[in-house]
């Protein structure tokens, strides 16, 4: 790593707690607007969720992602995990059942409770 990037680095880290909580902020619009629907569940009593990512399980979620996109809602599918060994072990239906449905929500550092609200209420719409 270069010292320009690792300034960069410590920069941001240490805005790292706020960027998480802003995700937390996110994610909790997201839990409320669309808890009918089918999606990751950890116990927030053991862990501390980051949410990199907030998923999402959909049928037809290829036409879904179309509709979104052309709508400006940049979501995204995640490559399908059902092939690879590790989980093949676990159990490949489940794994590929997930693949298969899973809709990556936008949140990041700059997603606003607004947009948030607004992208839950959309997906609402198209099931």
Same mark, same amino acid.
């Given at each position: 790593m270069s010292d320009v990037h690792a300034a960069i680095a410590l920069s941001q880290l240490s805005r790292l707690d706020s960027y998480v909580e802003h995700r937390r902020t996110i994610a909790k619009?997201? %839990?409320?607007? &669309?808890s009918k629907l089918e999606k990751q569940v950890f116990d927030s009593s053991k862990y501390h969720h980051n949410y990199f990512l907030y998923g999402v399980l959909v049928e037809d979620r290829d036409r879904i992602i179309r509709k979104l996109n052309d709508l400006g809602i940049t979501v995204k #599918?995640? #490559?399908s995990i059902a092939g690879q060994e590790c989980y093949q072990? !676990? %159990?490949p239906e489940v794994s590929k059942y997930v693949a298969d449905r899973v809709l $990556? $929500?936008? !949140?990041?550092n700059r997603t606003t409770v607004e947009e948030a609200e607004y992208v839950s209420?959309?997906? &609402?719409? $198209? $099931?």
């Open positions: 619009v997201y %839990d409320e607007k &669309l #599918a995640w #490559a072990r !676990i %159990d $990556l $929500l936008p !949140i990041n209420e959309t997906i &609402l719409s $198209l $099931l």
